[in-house]
């Protein structure tokens, strides 16, 4: 059972929209940073950075919230990498603030776990009461504020977009000190999002999280319940199927016995899914497309093959790379469970245009 504290994360929760893939305009109002949180956990890797903004004046930073189940997120981050290196030397930092999407997201191992696995040179601050996504009124994954070198917002951006526009906003701060800052080259302005990149399937979540589980044999069953499923029929696009026992969780379901399994129906390039097994267990996931094993010019980096087929081992909470299509195409996944514990709480996807998406 949750405690109450792991309640209340989850009831603020469901005021988050999920991982923003695009679609919101640049916010350019200037105020003052609100300081980080009290409650606020410093993951600090090598020299120990400063806990307060006011640390920071005098540097151009870039706030980044993160979520480290987050596909958009990850495919971030090679972004603020080239950006980090690149401005660095003129006075430009990042300070990576994770808040979590699951209940996965809220225990700080897995966050420090995923920094390291990610490569992330910044610090990080793991926003455990979720006093900092309040304070700068995030709503979505990932979100990034500009600061000028007096500790205000200059410029907010939601989602992937607009990275012409940051950057170039980065580069104007910079130049006030140091105006040899613009002869370092710009990136160059790539939209992922353009309508030849395709429209994939929609972000996917199962158990109760959000209201918008696409379990669509759920049969009016809630959070907590224990049961047998048996699928009447193919899922649509964007649904989901159980068969075998699962328990319904608030933020996804879990594996109750040897054999159970799950069928999503997607359009994509790529899919992804947010899964975790039982601490300590590798519990292995047999995988399928449309009713044959997945074939490897299909599968994504975390499929393995033997004699059986195609399957991954489920051994952590975090974002497992399951599908990577040579052209986007409409498939049924399926995942058969040889073990009891696994957790699966969604399925996000990539286009055409999203296949750089290991930082």
Not at 141 to 163: A, S, T
Not at 280 to 290: A, H, P, Q
Not at 311 to 340: C, K, T, W
């Amino acid at each position: 059972m949750r405690n109450s504290r792991q309640v209340r994360i989850l009831v603020l929760a469901l005021f988050i929209v999920g991982c923003s893939p695009a679609f919101a305009p640049v916010d350019w109002k200037v105020h003052a940073a609100p300081d980080f949180g009290a409650g606020d956990v410093w993951l600090d890797q090598g020299m120990p950075a400063p806990h307060h903004i006011s640390g920071y004046r005098g540097h151009v930073v870039l706030i980044d919230f993160w979520e480290f189940t987050c596909i958009n997120c990850i495919r971030d981050f090679a972004i603020l990498k080239r950006w980090y290196t690149k401005y660095r030397p003129y006075g430009f930092e990042v300070v990576g603030v994770h808040f979590g999407e699951f209940a996965i997201g809220f225990k700080v191992d897995n966050v420090r776990t995923a920094a390291q696995r990610f490569r992330l040179p910044w610090p990080i601050v793991a926003d455990q009461n979720g006093e900092m996504w309040k304070a700068y009124a995030a709503n979505g994954w990932p979100n990034r504020y500009l600061l000028n070198p007096q500790g205000e917002i200059v410029m907010k951006v939601e989602g992937e977009r607009n990275n012409l526009e940051m950057e170039t906003k980065i580069r104007e701060l910079l130049a006030v000190a140091h105006p040899e800052v613009m002869n370092v080259s710009l990136d160059a302005d790539e939209d992922g999002f353009k309508a030849e990149c395709g429209t994939p399937t929609q972000e996917t979540f199962l158990g109760e999280l959000y209201g918008r589980s696409a379990v669509d044999d759920i049969a009016g069953h809630h959070t907590g319940d224990e049961a047998d499923f048996l699928p009447p029929h193919s899922p649509p696009d964007g649904g989901v199927m159980l068969a075998g026992r699962w328990r319904i969780e608030h933020d996804g379901v879990t594996s109750e016995g040897h054999g159970a399994s799950a069928e999503i129906r997607y359009h994509a390039r790529s899919l992804y899914a947010v899964l975790d097994a039982p601490a300590g267990k590798k519990v292995r996931i047999d995988l399928f497309e449309d009713g044959s094993p997945l074939p490897k010019d299909n599968s994504g980096a975390d499929v393995q093959f033997d004699s059986k087929g195609a399957y991954m081992e489920v051994d952590g909470a975090h974002m497992y790379y399951i599908v990577r299509s040579p052209n986007f195409s409409a498939h049924l996944l399926g995942l058969q469970s040889e073990g009891s514990g696994v957790i699966l709480h969604s399925f996000s996807y990539g286009n055409n245009c999203q296949l750089e998406d290991r930082p």
